[in-house]
């Protein structure tokens, strides 16, 4: 073998994860639904054998001794194990509550990284690997992992320049005598409760859970009103989306006027839009706000920036529906906003097939006082 081929050699990627490489995400199981809502911030992921032995429980115990990253919310800790016995028999949930465990029983988070052995991996906020460290008898490597959690910059500032965020605002979308006449159509129409979807024994369940997400929704129907929309959309969006993501929607997903409102504590927490599988057809979301006479209720993406958007009426904020996002509390007033979902014709395809896993709308909760 030549010196350049030997060079080369170093540079072959090899099986397992690598600083670089995404966080594998999965199908089934609980697992994904528990780090799809973890981006921003770093996570350290301890697969670390289990706390029958002396290493495994060394490394929860260094955890819990360092949960100040966890406490500044710079870090999250999770630890990976598939022996019951820690979860039935050793209470680690309780002796270690800086680090949240995840139950790996039949390996599939064990497989999903190529993991064999006991090992530290930690995530960025964008969830992709920044480090690799296998365990050793010892817990030598320990040391190296604070070093590189004292060493990264806040999650705010990961990487050290401003990283852009995957959006598009688009001013004027909406004029605002229409914003007004769709703020008019709820009020005269009241909303329900908004919930959720979790995916239940393969089937896609609307949730609810007023801690997570608050909001009333009035879904438009009448066919005159939504062409209006529709025609907006595809003279004011369609060349955008084009020019910008070489993407070209011919389908709209809800014609939906949302209600976050102080009095509610409206708020959403973080999530993405395509999670389960009755809604991973949808490939872009926007979000057009109707008024501006509140406080709070802005938008931002955790993974990419702390960087909040309170878009002027009529202004269209658009983005993947992959990208984690959420919505500030509202305190102050009610923000109303049109939320639709775009897709186009392959995507199609898979939301009509998709439909047997879509469940019929649960009972919606009242809201307090009705």
Known sequence: MTDSAQQLQAFVLKGHIQPGDPAPWWRQ???????????GRYIVLSFYGNAGDAIGQAALRALQDNHRFVDDAKASFFGICMDPRDNSERNVEQSFPAVQFVWDFDAEMHRAYGVAHRIWIVLDPMLRVVEALPFSADGAEFPQLLELLERLPP?????????????LLLPNVFEPEFCRYLIDCYVANGGRESGF???VGGKAVESYDPEWKRRRDFIISDAALIELIK??????????????YRFTFSRMERHLVACYSAEDGGHFGPHRDDTVRASEHRQFAVSINLNDDFDGGAVSFPEFSPRQFKAPVGTALIFPASVLHCVSRVTRGRRYAFLPFLHDEAAE???????????KPAAVPAAPGE
């Not at 199981?29 to 981006?39: L, T």
């Open 29 to 39: 199981g609980r697992h994904k639904f528990v780090f799809d809502r973890a981006g």
């Open 155 to 167: 999650p705010s500032q990961y990487p050290d320049v401003e990283a852009p965020i995957p959006v």
């Open 349 to 359: 395809k898979l939301r009509i097939a998709n439909l047997q896993f879509l469940t």
């Open 231 to 244: 025609a907006r959309m595809g003279r004011r969006v369609g060349v955008m989306l084009q020019k910008a």
């Open 197 to 199: 979807m979790q995916e």
